[in-house]
C-alpha cells in the first residue's frame, strides 16, 4: 500500500513539473526533493525518470480499458482517454517534443486500437464479418485517429479536440458497420 501511495506521488509530481517545463529539464533531484523523499527511494520504485514516463502512460491505459463501456460510442470513448492530454496539455506537448516522443506516439496508437478494437467487437456481435477483414478495419481506424491526434498534439493542442472527435464520428456514421456488413457478404460468397 506504500509503494502504491509513493509511485502515484512520485508520478503526480513528475506530471506537476513536466507542466512547467520541459522533460529534459526534469531531474530525479527535482522530484525527489518535490516529494520529500530520498534518492534510494525513487531508485527503488524507478530505474529512471522515463520508467515514470512509461508507468503514467501505462496507467492511463489501463484506465481506458477499465473504464470502456460497450454502450459507449467509439468517439465517447477516445474522448475519455484523451482527457489526461486535454488535461495535461503543456506535459503533453513537452514529451511530444522531447527524445520520449515515440513514447508518446506509441501511447495514442494504442489508445486508438483499443478504442476501435472495443467498438467493432461490439457492433460486429450480430454480423458473421470475417476476423481478418474486422482487423483491417480497426487498423484502418486506428492509424487514422492516431494520426489525427498526433497532428493535434504537433500543432500545440489549440483547437478543441473533443469537437473534432464528435464531427469526425457524425461524419462517418455507419461506415464501421456498413464495412462488417460488406465483409460478410464477401464471406458468404
Request: a negative charge; proline letters at 1%; glycine letters at 2%.
Amino acid at each position: 500500500m506504500a509503494q502504491q501511495y509513493t509511485r502515484k506521488m512520485i508520478r503526480d509530481v513528475f506530471v506537476r513539473m513536466l507542466n512547467d517545463r520541459q522533460l529534459n529539464k526534469i531531474t530525479v533531484t527535482d522530484i525527489v526533493t518535490a516529494c520529500e523523499i530520498n534518492r534510494n527511494t525513487f531508485y527503488y520504485h524507478y530505474p529512471d525518470i522515463y520508467s515514470v514516463l512509461s508507468e503514467i502512460f501505462q496507467t492511463e491505459m489501463q484506465k481506458v480499458i477499465d473504464e470502456y463501456n460497450d454502450t459507449r460510442s467509439w468517439e465517447e470513448s477516445l474522448v475519455s482517454a484523451m482527457s489526461f492530454a486535454i488535461k495535461n496539455k503543456k506535459a503533453v506537448y513537452h514529451v511530444y517534443n522531447s527524445i520520449q516522443k515515440e513514447e508518446l506516439e506509441k501511447y495514442l496508437f494504442e489508445i486508438s486500437g483499443n478504442v476501435m478494437t472495443h467498438y467493432v467487437d461490439t457492433v460486429c456481435q450480430n454480423i458473421n464479418a470475417s476476423p481478418d477483414d474486422k482487423h483491417i478495419i480497426v487498423l484502418f481506424y486506428q492509424y487514422a485517429l492516431t494520426e489525427m491526434l498526433i497532428n493535434w498534439v504537433a500543432s500545440g493542442m489549440k483547437e478543441e479536440q473533443k469537437q473534432i472527435i464528435y464531427r469526425t464520428g457524425l461524419l462517418f456514421n455507419g461506415n464501421i458497420e456498413r464495412s462488417l456488413h460488406k465483409s460478410a457478404e464477401l464471406s458468404e460468397k
